[in-house]
């Protein structure tokens, strides 16, 4: 497992935009699929999108194709998160998230190591 640190949170009004960050304390085979989950209160935590680095690439949940885009920190051992056309629905708490590139999937249960998460808020 490694230690995920997010960052770039905050506030913003609806059609804005933020950009998170994803610093990894190092670069290991069960890190090289990075992703971003969200979750708001009382409900499960839905995947966002993954970047698979090995192969550099990134996969999106149908809720945020063609709004977010991840790519790859690699000074930082991590990934970024440019969120674009923000929606009050994106609001919650978002968390990055590392597993090994087999396990590269939108899905929950197959991460292994966690940040602690950070808060964005889309008002109208």
């Known amino acids: 497992p490694v230690n995920l ?7 913003v009004q609806v059609g804005g935009s933020l950009r998170l960050s994803c610093r990894g304390s190092k670069y290991t085979d069960s890190s090289d699929c990075l992703a971003w989950f ?7 935590r839905e995947a966002v999108a993954s970047f698979e ?3 550099g690439a990134p996969t999106y949940s149908d809720s945020v194709k063609g709004r977010f885009t991840i790519s790859e920190d690699r000074g930082n051992n991590g990934i ?16 990055c998230a590392a597993t090994y590139p087999w396990r590269c ?6 991460y292994i ?3 602690q ?8």
Do not use: C, H
């Open 5 to 11: 640190a997010e960052s770039g949170g905050g506030s």
């Open 38 to 44: 969200r979750q708001t209160p009382g409900n499960e």
């Open 53 to 55: 680095r090995s192969r």
């Open 80 to 95: 970024f998160l440019q969120m674009n056309r923000l929606k009050p629905e994106d609001s919650g708490t978002y968390y």
């Open 105 to 110: 999937e939108l899905t929950m249960s197959k």
């Open 113 to 115: 190591s966690w940040g």
């Open 117 to 124: 998460g950070i808060q964005v808020s889309v008002s109208s």
